[in-house]
């Protein structure tokens, strides 16, 4: 048994990622105070990258919902075949992009 610290990111399963916190419910969205679910640095750009804080408050508050959605399944699928070291540029849909802007 190795005793080193095993890191999971709870939405993707890999095993010894950098874990990261993501705010189920953006503190945008008055979600200080409120679950947090611990996400390798690679699935929360993702989540990021692909649903407003809005999106995120509103239908995807919890791992599960995560898990659930379409764009997220295409994602695992894709993401599970990664080396764990590997790092990413992820970009932002355009409709994040514009609806971020102020
Ligand atoms: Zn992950
Ligand atoms: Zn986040």
């Excluded at 105070?33 to 390798?40: F, R, S």
């Excluded at 993401?79 to 540029?89: G, I, L, N």
Aim: charged fraction near 30%.
């Amino acid at each position: 048994m190795s005793t080193e610290f095993l890191t999971i990111c709870e939405l993707c399963k890999r095993k010894g990622v950098n874990l990261t916190e993501h705010h189920l419910t953006p503190r945008e969205a008055g979600g200080k105070n409120l679950p947090t679910a611990l996400l390798c640095t690679t699935c929360h750009k993702q989540i990021h990258a692909l649903f407003t804080n809005k999106e995120l408050a509103l239908n995807l508050n919890t791992v599960q919902k995560l898990h659930d959605d379409e764009k997220i399944q295409r994602y695992l699928k894709w993401v599970e075949k990664q080396p764990v070291s590997a790092e990413f540029t992820i970009k932002k849909s355009r409709h994040v992009r514009k609806k971020n802007k102020r």
